[in-house]
């Protein structure tokens, strides 16, 4: 049973690694934060599915409690591959290239020759030409570039080089040198340390102080896990996806203020005699508290922006979850060395455990909100972009690309600032 729950530690492990680089590849940094906040729903679903799982194993029993939950998962996990393998190249040529432009192009089986088709490349295998009378309007909307004006266009739209980071030492390195990825390493671990000790610790407490409502406790705490943390997780990242973009400290100050709020509901929940009324403040402390995963984890790619290498965000999500998970175990243990049988010694552990941590994290993300190395405001139109671009260029055909001109961008369309070029042949 050991090694069975080893395993599926280890097939576990690679989820968020993976998905949040999906989430940074295809969301905007507009609405990243959101995303991830959605992503952050599914955890307090599957945590509210925990604590349902102690009624289940009374009624089922563990066996065919935990059977359920990994055929739900392998379900799951089905339909997660064939979603994401279609990400990118579900797109056709033509879509791709309407939605870049707002024209169809040549290659089009709905092609209609209009003025405007003309600032889109004929077919693969015609003419590259494009008439004079386009040209005015190609500067408002992208023109096909050729030869030495394509390659300084692209110069152009491409004045920062991507970083690459080639090995786990380099990746490290980065991250210890990055004062702002430190701080946020320390706020998340202080932060999840909390998520330990409530997970381990506030069934046994709660059992204890509330034995007659042992059997309930399961379905109202999935509940207020649901209500409190799934709703927090939404409106945390919606807010930060409002006031983020246009000042990124707001990425840290919201789940700073959170975990500050969440203290109080806590106390009230620990320190009271009424059942009702402690599951209600519960709900409520989860809602302060649980806003931070969307805000933190957009902030992260935020700061991991500059570097080209998608095994960079990978590697670097994997090693804030170990660290995470290295210091949120000592609460657990803590408490668990001072508990004596009774819910006076275990409400004890479990306030001051998770009121520290909410503390200590509130403290590390204000100083990672004042602090000078932030990243500014994404003003260039890459961010916008990218992920229509990654979709275009995945399905064009191969003597094309679709690239972002240098025109301001506008709130709703995306044609005027995307521009279709033609790719300059490579020689051997």
Known sequence: MLLARVLMGVGQAFNAPCAYPIIASLFSEETRSTANGIYAVGTYIGSALSSLSIGLAITFGWQLTSIGAGLAGIIASIALYRTTDSVGSGISASTACRLATGVKPPWSPDYEDTEESQLLPPSPSGSTNTTEAAQPEAAQHGSIQHGEENKEEHKETSAVTPKSVHSLIDNITL????SPIMLLFAATSM???ATYAAAAYFPVYFSREFPEYTSSFSIVHALCILGGGGLSAYFGGRAADRYGPRKPSVLASLPSGGGMMAIIPLGLACFTSNFPFAMSMLALQYFFAECW????????????????????????VALLLFTN???ASVAPSGIAYWDDGTAESVRRGVFFAIALSYLFSALFFG??????????PDSSDESKTKPILNAC???LPPIYSIAPTNASVPPVSPRKYMKVVKKEPEYQ
Not at 175 to 178: D, E, G, I, P, V
Not at 369 to 374: K, T, W
């Open 393 to 395: 260029n995945s399905e």
């Open 191 to 193: 932060r999840m340390t």
């Open 293 to 316: 995963l969307g805000p933190g984890m957009t902030l992260l790619q935020l700061l991991l922006r500059e570097y080209k290498d998608r095994e960079v965000m990978s590697t670097t």
């Open 175 to 178: 991250l210890a040198n990055s």
């Open 367 to 376: 100083l990672l909100a004042r602090n000078e190395s932030l990243p500014g």
């Open 325 to 327: 998970t290295m210091v």
